[in-house]
C-alpha cells in the first residue's frame, strides 16, 4: 500500500506525530559555553542522559534509553576508530553527525516497515576558546543544525525556540563563570519543561504560528514558576550536570560533576531542596 | 559492535592487523635487522609517594644514532604509563592502541577499566605481536607502570618478548642498557642507607639520573644527559593525583648539582 507516493507521505506525516507524542514527556537538555569549558545540563529519572564521546565531545539525549545507548555506540565505534587511525584531532563532533548519526537516524525514520529512533540528539565539541565551541543538535527525522554558544533539546521546535529566546536574553558576553552558566541553563530547563507541560494540557491546540518569540511574551516566564518548577523537580528527579573543561589534564576533557558539586554550584535558593 | 568495549575487537572487524611487519615478509634479513630502530634504557621504581618512571631519550639503528629526543616513557591514561623498550615503531602503535582502548572501555562501559585489564590488554597485543617479536621485527619489552585507585598503591609490571607478565615489587629495567643498572638498583635496595619505596621524591629523581647517566657510559644504545642541548631523560612520577611529568629545570638542577658535580 505503501508504494503509492502520498501513502509513504502520509505514513510519514503519521510518524511524526507518533514521535512528537513519545517525546512529549522527554527530559529538555540545555549546553552552554563557558569561559573555562562547556556544560551540559538536563534531570533524569533512573537512566543517565548526558555521555562522554570524545576526548572533546560530550553527548547528551532526549527520548528512548535504548535508542540513546544504540546511537552512543554508533558515535563511540566512529570516533574511535578515527581517532585512532587518523588523530584525535581529526573528530569533530561536525563530520560524526553529518557522516555516521544524521543518515543513520534519516534512514530509520524514512524506512516505514521499520521503527524508528524516538530520540532527539545534542553534541558539545569543546574549542580551544569558548568562541569555537560548537553544539549540533540531531533531530528524529535526521534533520541537524550547528551552533555556536548553546544549545538546547525540547520536545517540539516551538519549544526549543523558547529556550533559545531565554538562553539569547540571559547569557553575558564575555563567556560567564561555571555557576553562572549552570542557573542559566536550569532556568532555561525549567522554561523547556514548563512549556512541554503545557502543551500536555492541552495537546491539541495548535501552537506553530505566531510571532517570534522573545522573552516578553513568553508566559513561561516568570520567575516564580520556574523556581517552584525547578524546586519540585530536584526532589523527584536526579539533577545531571557534565563539562567539557578546557584546562584539565590530558586529552580527555569531559569529566561528569558528582551530586555534592552540582549541588554547590546551584543557586542558593535551590541547595536545601533534598 | 562494542558492546563489550573491547577496541581491539573493534580494530579487527575494520581489518586492522597489528602484524604489520609479518614475520613472513621478504626481504627481512641479519643485514637489514641492524638496521631497525631499537635500543634503549627505562626503569621504574616505587618510591615513598607512589612511582617513578625514567627512559633516556635516544633511538639507534644499529650504530646509527636515529633521534635523540625520543619520549619512551608513554602515557597511556590518567592512571599508567608504558615505558618502552625495542622496535619502536610496533611499540608506539601497541601504545596508541592501549591509550584508545582504555578511553573506549570508559567511554563504553561507563566506568574504568580495571588495572588488572589494564595488564591483560597490553599481555594480549604482546601475545599477537610474537611473529614479529620471533622474526626480530617488531620485538617490544615494556615496563608498564601505574597506580591503581583501588588498592590505593603503585605497581610496576614488566614482560619478556612473548609477553609474559611479571610483577617488580620494587622496581623493573627494560633494554640493552638495564643490565648495568639493575644490579645497582638491587645494591641500593638492599644495602644502601634506606629502601628505595622510602625515598622522597627528589632522592628517587637523583638516583634516577645517576642510573640512566651509569647505563649510558656502558651502553652506547642508551643517551646520556646532554649538557649543551639541554637534554633531559623523560621522568615522570604517579601517584593518587596520576601521571605528572618531573620539569626539565628540576632535572638541570639535580643533574647539576648532584649527578655532574658531586664528590
Known amino acids: 500500500m505503501y508504494e503509492e507516493p502520498y501513502r509513504w507521505v502520509e505514513a510519514v506525516g503519521n510518524r511524526r506525530q507518533y514521535l512528537d507524542d513519545q517525546l512529549r514527556q522527554g527530559s529538555p537538555v540545555v549546553a552552554l559555553s563557558y569561559a573555562e569549558g562547556t556544560v551540559l545540563l538536563t534531570f533524569s529519572k533512573g537512566t543517565p542522559k548526558l555521555y562522554e564521546i570524545y576526548d572533546r565531545i560530550g553527548l547528551a539525549g532526549m527520548g528512548h534509553p535504548a535508542d540513546l545507548e544504540k546511537l552512543r555506540f554508533t558515535l563511540l565505534d566512529m570516533a574511535h576508530m578515527e581517532g585512532f587511525q587518523r588523530s584525535p584531532g581529526d573528530v569533530t563532533g561536525s563530520r560524526l553527525v553529518k557522516y555516521g548519526l544524521a543518515p543513520v537516524i534519516k534512514q530509520a525514520f524514512e524506512e516505514i516497515f521499520r521503527a524508528p529512533f524516538i530520540i532527539k540528539i545534542l553534541l558539545a565539541e569543546l574549542g580551544a576558546k569558548p568562541e569555537q565551541d560548537h553544539f549540533l543538535t540531531v533531530d528524529y527525522d535526521g534533520a541537524f543544525e550547528e551552533t555556536p554558544g548553546w544549545a538546547v533539546l525540547g520536545a517540539t521546535p516551538e519549544i526549543q525556540r523558547h529556550m533559545m529566546a531565554y538562553v539569547k536574553s540571559q547569557i553575558p558576553q564575555p563567556p560567564p563563570t561555571l555557576q553562572v552558566s549552570v542557573e542559566t541553563a536550569l532556568q532555561t530547563w525549567a522554561i523547556g519543561s514548563l512549556h512541554q507541560t503545557q502543551e500536555e494540557l492541552k495537546p491539541d491546540e495548535p501552537n506553530k504560528s505566531g510571532p517570534a518569540t522573545t522573552v516578553q511574551n513568553d508566559p513561561a516566564f516568570d520567575e516564580t514558576k520556574i523556581l517552584d518548577h525547578l524546586r519540585d523537580t530536584l526532589s523527584e528527579k536526579t539533577l545531571e550536570c557534565a563539562v567539557l573543561e578546557r584546562d584539565a589534564p590530558g586529552r580527555s576533557k569531559y569529566r561528569s560533576l558528582s551530586p555534592e558539586e552540582t549541588r554547590s554550584l546551584l543557586p542558593t535558593v535551590l541547595q536545601e531542596v533534598r | 559492535m562494542g558492546a563489550q568495549g573491547d577496541f581491539l575487537q573493534l580494530l579487527h572487524e575494520h581489518g586492522y592487523k597489528l602484524d604489520f611487519f609479518p614475520s613472513h615478509a621478504s626481504g627481512v634479513t641479519d643485514a637489514n635487522l641492524s638496521l631497525i630502530t631499537r635500543g634503549t634504557t627505562v626503569l621504574a621504581m616505587k618510591y615513598g609517594d607512589g612511582v617513578l618512571v625514567a627512559g633516556d631519550r635516544r633511538a639507534t639503528a644499529g650504530n646509527i644514532v636515529m633521534y635523540d629526543r625520543t619520549d619512551k616513557v608513554l602515557e597511556l591514561d590518567r592512571y599508567c604509563v608504558m615505558a618502552i623498550a625495542g622496535v619502536p615503531a610496533t611499540a608506539f602503535e601497541m601504545a596508541r592502541i592501549l591509550e584508545h582502548s582504555f578511553k573506549y572501555f570508559r567511554r563504553s562501559q561507563l566506568q574504568d577499566l580495571s588495572f588488572e585489564g589494564k595488564l591483560r590488554a597490553l599481555s594480549n597485543l604482546l601475545k599477537e605481536n ?86 649510558a657510559e656502558f651502553d652506547s644504545a642508551t643517551g646520556g644527559v646532554n649538557y649543551e642541548a639541554n637534554l633531559y631523560p623523560i621522568v615522570k612520577r604517579i601517584t593518587d593525583k596520576g601521571v605528572q611529568n618531573i620539569s626539565s629545570e628540576q632535572l638541570k638542577d639535580l643533574f647539576a648539582t648532584q649527578v655532574a658535580h658531586y664528590v
Not at chain 2, 614479529?132 to 591503581?148: H, N
Not at chain 2, 622496581?171 to 638492599?190: C, E, K, Q
Open chain 2, 130 to 215: 610474537v611473529p614479529a617479536a620471533l622474526a626480530g621485527t617488531g620485538a617490544v619489552v615494556p615496563v608498564f607502570a601505574g597506580f591503581d585507585p583501588q588498592q590505593g598503591c603503585g605497581k610496576i609490571y614488566f614482560y619478556d618478548i612473548l609477553g609474559a607478565e611479571f610483577e617488580g615489587v620494587e622496581h623493573a629495567v627494560s633494554g640493552s642498557g638495564s643490565p648495568t643498572i639493575r644490579g645497582i638498583l638491587h645494591y641500593l635496595n638492599r644495602w644502601g642507607d634506606r629502601p628505595l619505596a622510602t625515598l622522597d621524591e627528589e632522592q628517587a629523581i637523583i638516583i634516577v639520573l645517576r642510573l640512566l647517566t651509569s647505563a
